[in-house]
Each structure stands twice: as structure tokens, then as C-alpha cells.
């Protein structure tokens, strides 16, 4: 699956670490799915291609929001990412530990005819 990069980059600064993570993608009603556990982030279409690109604005989206409101590290503590600062680098939560605390993907693991395929975020880094 390819990278995700966000539009507008050099506005954010131009320093960024890639992250490895795992996004499900699913059909329901007609409707493709790619969900994100990582980030709790959802994109949607009409076939797999418009969910990943739903996603991939909902991603960038997440991350122009929270960097503007200075919570982005906040965020990605909350939803259980190791940072680490000094050495610029961030550990997404395994899968295994999001089923027990994640209702969403638990549900989607359990009841639903899923794919799984690793995704590549780049991930901002700030001074």
C-alpha cells in the first residue's frame, strides 16, 4: 500500500519520521471502509481506491487539527503512541493491544470479512 503524505508538508515543517501501521478495510452496505486503529480514523467510498484516499484526507486532516490546536503529541499518547522525543521516533500501538480496548475494531475483527495491509504515515516532528 503506498505512503501517505500530507498536502501542504512544508507548513508544518519539513521534518518527518514514517510510522508503520495497519489499516482494515471492509464492505458494509455497499460501502468500502478503510479504518486506521492507530489514529481511530475512518475513510469511506464507493471501492477500496476512494476509501484509502478517504482516509488519507482524514489522516492529514487529523493531523492540521491537532497540530494547530498544539494537541498532536497529546493525541497520539491518548491513543496509546510511545514518543519518543529525543530520538524523534514514535511507536504506534500494537494491533493485539488495540482489539481489548478498541470496541470498533474488535468488532471488526470478530463479525466482518476484512483485509488487512500495512500503511506508512509520515508523522511530523517538532522542535
Do not use: H
Not at 514514517?18 to 471502509?33: P, S
Amino acid at each position: 500500500m503506498e505512503n501517505l503524505q500530507l498536502k501542504g508538508e512544508k507548513k508544518f515543517g519539513s521534518t518527518r519520521v514514517k510510522v508503520n501501521v495497519q489499516v482494515f478495510l471492509f464492505m458494509e452496505d455497499d460501502i468500502w471502509y478503510a479504518y486506521l486503529p492507530a489514529l481511530d480514523i475512518n475513510g469511506y467510498g464507493n471501492n477500496e481506491n476512494e476509501a484509502k484516499e478517504s482516509l488519507k484526507i482524514a489522516i492529514n486532516e487529523f493531523i492540521r487539527y491537532t497540530l494547530n490546536k498544539k494537541t498532536f503529541f497529546d493525541e497520539l499518547k491518548r491513543l496509546g503512541w510511545v514518543i519518543k522525543k529525543s530520538k524523534k521516533s514514535f511507536i504506534a500501538p500494537k494491533i493485539s493491544d488495540l482489539i481489548n480496548e478498541n470496541e470498533e475494531l474488535k468488532e471488526i475483527v470478530d463479525s466482518r470479512s476484512y483485509k488487512s495491509d500495512d500503511y506508512q504515515v509520515r508523522v511530523p516532528v517538532l522542535a
